[in-house]
């Protein structure tokens, strides 16, 4: 009697460890493979901490109202094809302040003139920088102009060469022959116009000689003029739309790449180097020149540059980057 007890209680334990071994396997096989099961659950797992981190730093700061906004692209895709009246829409609904993320970055919408006031006035220094994109860094030569230059001592002195050699009574009074000269021009083209009965596209007769009259002035030679190879109207309209194109590595800086592949990172170093032998072609005619009248700004601030007459250290490409 012992015996059968013993060997029923031992068939017992048999058929129930090979059950729970046969449950084992078969809660096994309905797991997925390995590389399948992270491929969905890494993704999630980035998604919920993005989304904690997000709420932790909302927690943290007093920030303006954001609109809901999805995980990396933020609120871009709220702005639709017309973003000024997106824009009209949500600070009708979030307020004069309002905050939008537009992928990487954070971007402070402002809509009210008292808003304005107190930002220009009381806070300019902190608003005083501009973001250093893709485009200004490239053709800016390290953002060194007066536009993108980060707010310090280069800015300051930068903006003061400008002021007093270009902006000052003194220089603008000697340019007014200049500007004698374009309006005749504009005067004459109108006048020939009118005796063909022809019709004239005002806004881009004028834009024409506001064009001519800065560039005579920075330069030394009319928008259109052509120099060599170079047309320089043509150049200054591809810098232009370059630095209007959407920039993927702008909005998001881990697809840098994707303007590589797409051959923008290459047009506007392209559009820099043909504008470095634009300028060194003005330096040279300039160098050859043996006029002593009235000179533009490039040659002025080459001049003051070899005389040592500026209170800091200008660079051939700060130059560049200044007259851009």
Known sequence: ?????????????????????????????????????????LPLLTLMIWLKLQANGRKRLKLPPSPPKLPFIGNIHQ?????????????????????????????????????????????DVAFSDRPSTT?????????????????GEYWRQARKVCVTELLSLRRVNSFQFLRDDEVEVTIDKLR???????????????????????????????????????????????????????????MFPYLKWVDVLRGFT???????????????????EDRSSQNNGERDFFSILLKLQENGLLEMDLTPDNIKAIIL
């Open 79 to 123: 702005l639709g094809k017309l973003p000024h009246r997106s824009l009209r829409d949500l600070s009708r609904k979030y307020g004069s302040l309002l905050l939008l993320q537009l992928g990487h970055n954070q971007t402070l919408v402002v809509s009210s003139a008292d808003m304005v006031k107190e930002i220009v006035k009381n806070h």
């Open 1 to 41: 009697m012992m015996t059968l007890w013993k060997e029923y209680k031992k068939g017992q334990v048999l058929g129930f460890t090979h059950c729970f071994d046969l449950q084992m396997e078969l809660s096994v096989a309905k797991l997925p493979s390995t590389p399948l099961f992270l491929c969905l659950v």
């Open 266 to 284: 290459s047009s506007l170093k392209q559009v820099k180097n043909e504008f470095d032998t634009f300028f060194d072609q003005i330096r040279e």
């Open 192 to 250: 020939r116009a009118s005796f063909k009965g022809e019709a004239v596209n005002l806004t881009e007769l004028l834009m024409v000689a506001s064009n001519n009259l800065v560039s005579r002035s920075a330069l030394g030679r009319k928008f259109d003029d052509e120099d060599g190879k170079i047309k320089f109207g043509l150049l200054a309209r591809r810098f232009l739309i370059l630095m209007m194109t959407f920039c993927v590595g702008d």
């Open 135 to 151: 485009a200004a860094n490239i053709l800016f030569y390290g953002c060194t102009d007066v536009g993108f230059a980060p707010y």
